[in-house]
Structure formats: structure tokens, C-alpha cells
């Protein structure tokens, strides 16, 4: 009788040690969550302002305007302008 009472005591034990390591486990799991989720919060911000950016750079004034500043570059004349139709079967 008191060796069953022993090992119930052992099993009691054991049980309630990994109850105390499987809520650190857990809690240690919901931190990490959370600093995930913070960085994927910051990561989404850094997303935002890249796109900003980019579509600021890219702006088609802005291109015209250093295209013409910096490069010298000039609207050719409407009668150097060529068209070319590539709906006929492809280029020869």
C-alpha cells in the first residue's frame, strides 16, 4: 500500500512539474509571438513608405523634369516621330 501511495505521489509530482514547463513553454511561445508580430507590423510600415517612394521617383514629371535637366533631352518634333505597327505578323 505505501508503495502505490509512493508512486502516485512520484506521478502527482512529475504531473505537476510538467504543468509548471509546459505554461513556461507557452508563455515563452505567446512573447515570441508577439515580438513577431511587432516586427511584422514594422516590416508592413517600412512596405508603406517603400511604395511611396517608389511611385514618387517614379512620378512621370519627375522623370520628364531630370530627363530634360540633367540629360538635355528634348520632345522631338511631331514630323521626326515614327510609328510602328507590329500587328501584321511580327517584324521582318
Known amino acids: 500500500m505505501i508503495r502505490i501511495a ?11 512539474l510538467s504543468v ?15 515580438r513577431e508580430q511587432v516586427h511584422t507590423r514594422a516590416l508592413e510600415a517600412e512596405w508603406t513608405q517603400l511604395q511611396l517612394e517608389n511611385s514618387t521617383w517614379a512620378a512621370p514629371a519627375r522623370v520628364e523634369k531630370i530627363a530634360r535637366e540633367r540629360l538635355g533631352m ?3 518634333a511631331h514630323d521626326a516621330l515614327v510609328s510602328v505597327d507590329y500587328s501584321s505578323g511580327g517584324a521582318r
Not at 509548471?20 to 508577439?34: A, I, N, P
Request: glycine residues 0%; proline residues 3%.
Open 20 to 34: 509548471v514547463h509546459l505554461q513556461y513553454q507557452s508563455r515563452k511561445l505567446v512573447t515570441l509571438q508577439e
Open 74 to 76: 528634348l520632345t522631338p
Open 6 to 16: 509512493a508512486i502516485l505521489v512520484v506521478l502527482a509530482v512529475l504531473s505537476a
